[in-house]
């Protein structure tokens, strides 16, 4: 997608507002642990971690209840990518 058209701040209060500010933080505070990194506000990077975070968990067959909720965010991300005032992805 061209530059500017991806508003992934719209895309980050979208997922604060469906799942909650506590389990966004949670989730972000458990990947920068297990990766020791910082993500800030990055969505990519966030995304990206996440979805090695599941591959890993599933991998594994470890704590499925985690991975179950880290799909979840994985999937929100990918299923509302495009959103932007641009009406043509939409």
């Excluded at 389990?23 to 972000?28: H, I, L």
């Excluded at 020791?36 to 975070?53: A, K, V």
């Excluded at 591959?55 to 979840?72: N, P, T, V, W």
């Amino acid at each position: 997608m061209a530059e500017g058209k991806f508003d992934a701040q719209r895309l980050y209060d979208m997922m604060v507002e469906y799942f909650g500010s506590a389990t966004v933080k949670a989730t972000k505070r458990e990947l920068e642990d297990y990766y020791s990194t910082s993500i800030n506000r990055d969505l990519r990077t966030y995304f990206q971690m996440l979805d090695s975070r599941v591959s890993e968990l599933k991998h594994a067959g470890q704590d499925r209840e985690q991975m179950m909720l880290m799909q979840k965010q994985e999937c929100f991300i990918l299923a509302n990518n495009f959103i932007s005032d641009d009406p043509l992805p939409g």
